[in-house]
DNA sequence: TTTTAACGATGAACCAGGTTAGGAAAAACG
DNA sequence: CGTTTTTCCTAACCTGGTTCATCGTTAAAA
């Protein structure tokens, strides 16, 4: 069994393709594996890849001022990870994206991905659905930040995401969630003191 | 002039398309007259359109469970607005979205939107590059909350958007940058303690 | 196997921003 | 118009979450 096959169900659940289409779409991408800890992106370099995850975690952070990380995505197996903003508009990147495990993507550069949306209608479909669930996901994001408590946060993280919970540090949760470190290690210890 | 002409240019600036192709899209918007506070979407209701405002001022924002609101998105002049998510998976709306002056906005139905996309390829890019300057967007919001202090935030909401800021009551834009009014009225009067 | 570094827990002092409560002024409306 | 409602401001007090400093534990490296 290829490389291929997870990314190919992933399509299918999303857009309707024959197997030539799919095999053409497939054709575009190439296969990386990527070590713990190795960077894929880093800031003032453009980001040249989208990134499908056949294997392995990965997580995207800014570093702001101060010199703290803000954990912006996490990324493991059938999820894609990139620097959005930087890929879409070929500029320089202002994220680091670095492999957690040992992992393999399936990459498709800027260019590939232009000739891709231009070679047939179904393709520039998929890729409009992907950045519409994106700008989706993230709305609820900016919605739970707005309107949920650390420790809400903290609980719907675990229900909605138990995978990624389970196999990320917690400094990089806690840093996704919006709180230090110490806050999340109080939440999870039911140090933090309610109401009544 | 029609109430069209700036939809048109917005576009053009986008993607590019014949005079035909143009007007074939348009076709499928219509023109609608809302007066202010007038709600064009409500909870539990399936965000029917997607907006494109000619003309005036509307915003988009939530109730959580302490009945607070959250603003999720402003929208002027040469913007679009709905419940994003209600309208592309048509489920009912979690938002509120109500216009702040009296306004003209361009409809397209969810249906229409589909048979559109489905009639060309040029069609379907425009709307997959909305929705990625959405995700980009978004993403912009979520790192700023991240990373900002809420005066970082508005001092920057204040540079980059100065007419929105102008043109909405000041509840709206606290509730929009995750802060109350009375520390927003704070910070706007340099009532803020500061370091040194 | 030992050493070192990374990770997580804990507690006390502290602060950014929230709450509560009031009152003034500007819009909206009949 | 005058009246009602909405919006904005001020100020004292409060709290969820941070900061800083310390220590045990786990995992990687040598």
């Given at each position: 069994?290829?490389?291929?096959?997870?990314?190919?169900?992933?399509?299918?659940?999303?857009?309707?393709?024959?197997?030539?289409?799919l095999a053409e779409l497939t054709s575009y991408f190439n296969v990386?594996?990527?070590?713990?800890?190795?960077?894929?992106?880093?800031?003032?370099?453009?980001?040249?890849?989208?990134?499908?995850?056949?294997?392995?975690?990965?997580?995207?952070?800014?570093?702001?001022?101060?010199?703290?990380?803000?954990?912006?995505?996490?990324?493991?197996?059938?999820?894609?990870?990139?620097?959005?903003?930087?890929?879409?508009?070929?500029?320089?990147?202002?994220?680091?994206?670095?492999?957690?495990?040992?992992?393999?993507?399936?990459?498709?550069?800027?260019?590939?991905?232009?000739?891709?949306?231009?070679?047939?209608?179904?393709?520039?479909?998929?890729?409009?659905?992907?950045?519409?669930?994106?700008?989706?996901?993230?709305?609820?994001?900016?919605?739970?930040?707005?309107?949920?408590?650390?420790?809400?946060?903290?609980?719907?993280?675990?229900?909605?995401?138990?995978?990624?919970?389970?196999?990320?540090?917690?400094?990089?949760?806690?840093?996704?969630?919006?709180?230090?470190?110490?806050?999340?290690?109080?939440?999870?210890?039911?140090?933090?003191?309610?109401?009544?």
């Amino acid at each position: 069994m290829s490389e291929f096959e997870p990314l190919i169900k992933h399509i299918r659940k999303r857009v309707d393709m024959t197997d030539d289409e799919l095999a053409e779409l497939t054709s575009y991408f190439n296969v990386k594996k990527i070590k713990k800890k190795q960077f894929i992106i880093q800031p003032d370099f453009v980001a040249k890849h989208r990134n499908y995850v056949v294997e392995g975690a990965f997580r995207a952070y800014v570093i702001d001022g101060k010199g703290e990380e803000h954990t912006i995505q996490f990324a493991i197996e059938d999820w894609w990870i990139s620097d959005y903003n930087s890929f879409i508009h070929q500029q320089p990147a202002t994220m680091f994206v670095v492999a957690l495990d040992n992992s393999i993507v399936l990459q498709l550069t800027y260019e590939q991905e232009q000739k891709l949306k231009a070679a047939g209608h179904k393709y520039e479909t998929f890729f409009r659905i992907m950045a519409e669930r994106s700008a989706a996901y993230q709305q609820r994001r900016i919605i739970s930040n707005l309107t949920q408590s650390a420790e809400e946060r903290y609980t719907d993280f675990l229900e909605k995401y138990p995978l990624v919970a389970q196999r990320v540090p917690q400094y990089a949760l806690a840093s996704y969630l919006g709180m230090t470190t110490e806050f999340l290690s109080k939440i999870r210890n039911n140090k933090v003191r309610r109401k009544s």
